[in-house]
């Protein structure tokens, strides 16, 4: 079945990507490949990826969809495992585990079975989200190398919080809080995302963990991924399903929130909400139509989108459309909708084809 909406996933962006974040630490790379992908599609990312030197998920599904598609790369559970019943299935697959909880611990501690898990024990130096206290790392690495379930050494993570600001002193202080926490503990160290490893060289350690970078999109609010050397990934498209001329006064889609101030060529694009073109997006929006451009005028609906052509005239039925993607920014997208760019690439629905190329 065709759908109008679809997107475009570019390999050898993705390659390319991966190849210049390579070139911004010298550091092993752990590619950050969660939620799909962050709605890539996460088999064709994996494939693309296959030269990072592991793979990052947050979900046991995630990790088996990895290995069923016959990939053999090293896989870091980023959350670790949730219940004891995921035990069997993370063995099976050879994750590696992040022990981030007591409960955690405890699973680990209480197996009999002779597999031993390779773990990466994540400390929090000032997210207060995941992660054990700094001051218990070398108790807690004691213990984890006591426990037969466990294959040593223990390697040690954190995660920034604030990276993605370079003005802001907390990176600089987790860093330390961390270096200080190891020590000279063995096993190797990850603290960096994309904005660390980008803004942040000390954060680089023995392996970093790009995200949003790899897909070619920048996690700084006043930066686009192009600024930084990288090429978008994901093109989001569809096409004109009607092209009228509006006559001054007429109004436009639901609660007529857009008025024409003069006879007006308004377009119909096969897109929406249901899409996950978010309905944030105001009117003056941009949309690609080849070279020229278009602007949202009115809400968007959950199917369609309404377009001014005013500066498009030779936009007809059938041409095709452009939300984001290589000259549009899904960055600008996302400043435009009040969010950031993580939100609008994971936010594109099961219904979008994705083709790969
Ligand atoms: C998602 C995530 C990353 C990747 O972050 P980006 O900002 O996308 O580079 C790295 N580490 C952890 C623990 C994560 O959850």
């Given at each position: 079945?065709?759908?109008?909406?679809?997107?475009?996933i570019?390999?050898?962006?993705?390659?390319?990507?991966?190849?210049?974040?390579?070139?911004?630490?010298?550091?092993?790379i752990?590619?950050?490949?969660?939620?799909?992908?962050?709605?890539?599609?996460?088999?064709?990312v994996?494939?693309?990826?296959?030269?990072?030197?592991?793979?990052?998920?947050?979900?046991?599904?995630?990790?088996l969809?990895?290995?069923?598609?016959?990939?053999?790369?090293?896989?870091?559970?980023?959350?670790?495992?949730?219940?004891a019943e995921?035990?069997?299935?993370?063995?099976?697959?050879?994750?590696?585990?992040?022990?981030?909880?007591?409960?955690?611990?405890?699973?680990?501690?209480?197996?009999?079975?002779?597999?031993?898990?390779?773990?990466?024990?994540?400390?929090?130096?000032?997210?207060?989200?995941?992660?054990?206290?700094?001051?218990?790392?070398?108790?807690?690495?004691?213990?984890?190398?006591?426990?037969?379930?466990v294959?040593?050494?223990?390697?040690?993570?954190?995660?920034?919080?604030?990276?993605?600001?370079?003005?802001?002193?907390?990176?600089?202080r987790?860093?330390?809080l961390?270096?200080?926490?190891?020590?000279?503990?063995?096993?190797?160290?990850?603290?960096?995302?994309?904005?660390?490893?980008?803004?942040?060289?000390?954060s680089?350690?023995?392996?970093?963990?790009?995200?949003?970078?790899?897909?070619?999109?920048?996690?700084?609010?006043?930066?686009?991924?192009?600024?930084?050397?990288?090429?978008?990934?994901?093109?989001?498209?569809?096409?004109?399903?009607?092209?009228?001329?509006?006559?001054?006064?007429?109004?436009?889609?639901?609660?007529?929130?857009?008025?024409?101030?003069?006879?007006?060529?308004?377009?119909?694009?096969?897109?929406?909400?249901?899409d996950?073109?978010?309905?944030?997006?105001?009117?003056?929006?941009?949309?690609?139509?080849?070279?020229?451009?278009?602007?949202?005028?009115?809400?968007?609906?959950?199917?369609?989108?309404?377009?001014?052509?005013?500066?498009?005239?030779?936009?007809?039925?059938?041409?095709?459309?452009?939300?984001?993607?290589?000259?549009?920014?899904?960055?600008?997208?996302?400043?435009?909708?009040?969010?950031?760019?993580?939100?609008?690439?994971?936010?594109?629905?099961?219904?979008?084809?994705?083709?790969?190329?």
């Amino acid at each position: 079945m065709n759908r109008a909406a679809r997107a475009t996933i570019d390999s050898s962006a993705l390659r390319a990507n991966l190849r210049t974040l390579r070139g911004a630490c010298d550091a092993r790379i752990m590619a950050v490949i969660k939620a799909d992908g962050y709605g890539h599609g996460i088999v064709p990312v994996a494939r693309a990826l296959a030269d990072a030197d592991a793979f990052a998920v947050a979900r046991l599904e995630e990790a088996l969809s990895i290995r069923e598609a016959g990939m053999h790369n090293r896989i870091i559970l980023l959350e670790g495992l949730f219940h004891a019943e995921q035990l069997a299935l993370a063995a099976q697959l050879g994750l590696e585990l992040v022990v981030h909880a007591p409960q955690q611990l405890q699973m680990l501690e209480s197996l009999t079975q002779s597999h031993r898990y390779p773990v990466w024990l994540k400390l929090d130096t000032g997210m207060n989200r995941l992660g054990f206290e700094p001051g218990a790392a070398a108790g807690l690495v004691r213990r984890l190398s006591a426990c037969g379930a466990v294959q040593g050494p223990i390697q040690l993570m954190t995660h920034l919080a604030n990276a993605d600001d370079p003005d802001d002193a907390t990176t600089a202080r987790q860093v330390e809080l961390f270096s200080d926490a190891v020590g000279d503990l063995p096993g190797e160290r990850t603290i960096a995302n994309t904005a660390g490893m980008l803004a942040w060289p000390e954060s680089c350690a023995d392996w970093v963990r790009p995200g949003i970078g790899l897909y070619g999109v920048s996690p700084f609010a006043s930066k686009n991924g192009t600024d930084l050397g990288l090429r978008p990934v994901m093109t989001l498209v569809s096409e004109l399903i009607a092209v009228k001329t509006v006559a001054a006064g007429g109004r436009v889609g639901y609660g007529g929130a857009w008025t024409a101030s003069h006879p007006t060529r308004i377009g119909v694009a096969a897109v929406g909400y249901g899409d996950g073109y978010p309905r944030h997006l105001g009117s003056g929006t941009p949309v690609r139509l080849g070279a020229a451009t278009g602007r949202i005028a009115g809400r968007i609906s959950m199917d369609m989108i309404t377009i001014d052509l005013e500066d498009a005239p030779d936009a007809k039925v059938g041409d095709e459309v452009m939300l984001w993607g290589d000259g549009l920014p899904v960055e600008t997208l996302a400043r435009l909708a009040g969010t950031i760019p993580y939100e609008l690439l994971c936010g594109v629905t099961r219904r979008v084809a994705m083709r790969v190329v």
